[in-house]
């Protein structure tokens, strides 16, 4: 285990809707990163944040957004969701010194 | 534009075989390459890393050998066992693996081992 943990496992929202999914980092890491994957497909880097600011985007529009807490919790915000929002959702941790990234079990988004 | 390509995309091997999966980028910034290992319905896990200033490290029954020159790298699985029939994924960054561009991902290669 890897100590990061996602909320909830699996959700399906209609397209036009706006989710919010949660992300608990693994103890000691002061970086939370989301990634999207779609189905067959390798994770694609959506947003990084570090000290509660976003400090690196992948190629996603604005309408994907996030928050990290002072606890180094985070959510991933999405509106206006399209059917191409389906995906599985993963959140990974990492300390900024060390390299070494950790993934959650992700979130399975299905937009309907 | 991908930016690390993943080859094979899928591999079957018998057991105790040595499953070899390799990687290409084009990045020259890159300088962390990292291993994953994916189960169905499970995020990925972290398997083994690697930097650019060492050409080969073992963990375990893992093995990654590095060309820096060739921009290329690869996974080897010794003594490969049904067990480690997964979706594997090689993956680059920069700064170390601290980057804010955070990782990119080959594409994978669902990996079959037969008992």
């Known amino acids: 285990e890897t100590g990061v943990t996602q909320s909830p496992t699996h959700l399906i929202k209609t397209r036009g809707q706006q989710v919010t999914l949660r992300c608990s980092s693994q103890s000691g890491h002061n970086t939370v990163s989301w990634y999207q994957q779609a189905l067959g497909q390798g994770p694609q880097f959506i947003f990084q944040?570090?000290?509660?600011?976003?400090?690196g985007r992948g190629n996603f529009p604005p309408r994907f957004s996030g928050l990290q807490f002072p606890n180094y919790s985070s959510e991933l915000n999405v509106n206006a969701l399209e059917l191409d929002d389906s995906a599985l959702y993963l959140c990974?941790?990492?300390?900024?010194?060390?390299?070494?990234?950790?993934f959650g079990q992700g979130t399975r988004l299905t937009v309907v | 534009q991908q930016q690390v390509k993943q080859s094979p995309q899928s591999l079957i091997v018998q057991k105790g075989g040595i499953p070899i999966i390799n990687c290409a980028y084009e990045n020259t910034a890159f300088d962390y390459f990292p291993w994953y290992q994916q189960f169905p319905g499970k995020g990925p896990a972290l398997l083994i890393a690697?930097?650019?200033?060492?050409s080969e490290k073992k963990e375990g029954r893992f093995t990654i050998s590095f060309n820096k020159s060739a921009k290329q790298f690869s996974l080897h699985i010794m003594d490969s066992q049904p067990g480690d029939s997964a979706t594997y994924f090689c993956a680059a960054s920069m700064n170390s693996g601290g980057g804010a561009d955070g990782l990119t991902f080959g594409k994978g290669t669902h990996l079959i081992i037969q008992p």
């Open positions: 990974a941790s990492s300390h900024r010194d060390r390299g070494r990234t950790f």
């Open positions: 690697i930097r650019p200033d060492v």
């Open positions: 944040y570090y000290r509660e600011e976003e400090n």
